[in-house]
């Protein structure tokens, strides 16, 4: 999760988030050259009273500045339209679940068994034990098992909200009346943080979402146990 003064993201849990890390690497060390360059040539023409005659009317350099912007923008384009098909690219998910956003609260529903539906609200400041999280613990969190392609079909209740967890690299609008759907797999098994990301009245900062990641083993068993006490 985030820590005070962080600067870049949180650690991918995700190969998505991985990829999405790569990317935001790769253009800002594009825009960081563009940058410099500029910065240059402003510097070189503003301290310098000597004029170049074959800079004020050459055809060559007026070519190489309209196509090298363009393998510029090819650059960046390529690799982002990749990771955009690969974040819309649902296979054979192991475990589908459907996350309805509510004023302000969140329900999970697991679609592939028959009564395992809860509800998840914030722990409030005063119910905090040592260890846990202001606005970001619930009393019910998301399990999934680690290594499983997940699917999770968002929607919501009353209002606009997002399901977010930036971890995983994954947010998702949830509309009223609308089913969106989104997928990811995680790597390694942990505690993973987010909020609702859309402004949905006077509680929006306080729905936050907790997924927990555990080996298959450990989701059976807890999925047994939930099913019992349903």
């Not at 098909?85 to 697991?110: C, F, R």
């Not at 539906?117 to 999934?144: A, C, K, N, W």
């Amino acid at each position: 999760m985030a820590h005070p003064s962080q600067l870049g993201f949180q650690d991918a849990a995700s190969p998505v988030m991985e990829e999405l890390i790569h990317f935001h690497d790769h253009t800002l060390m594009i825009v960081f050259l563009i940058s410099s360059l500029v910065l240059y040539i402003i510097t070189a023409m503003v301290s310098t009273k000597l004029t170049n005659k074959y800079i004020l009317d050459s055809q060559e350099i007026e070519i190489v500045w309209t196509i090298l912007p363009a393998i510029i923008l090819i650059m960046i384009a390529l690799p982002s339209l990749r990771i955009l098909y690969l974040m819309d690219e649902i296979n054979d998910p192991h475990l589908t679940i459907k996350a309805m956003g509510h004023q302000w609260y969140w329900s999970y529903e697991y679609t592939d068994y028959e009564d395992l539906t809860f509800d998840s609200y914030m722990i409030q400041t005063q119910d905090l034990i040592p260890g846990q999280y202001r606005l970001l613990e619930t009393d019910h969190r998301m399990v999934v098992p680690m290594e499983s392609p997940i699917r999770v079909l968002v929607s919501a209740e009353d209002v606009l909200h997002s399901w977010t967890v930036p971890a995983l690299g994954v947010k998702m609008d949830a509309v009223p009346g609308r089913l969106n759907q989104t997928a990811f797999i995680v790597s390694r098994p942990g505690v993973y943080y987010g909020q609702c990301s859309e402004i949905c009245g006077a509680n929006h900062s306080f729905m936050p979402i907790v997924v927990e990641v555990v080996p298959l083993e450990y989701f059976e068993t807890w999925s047994s146990l939930m099913l019992e006490e349903a």
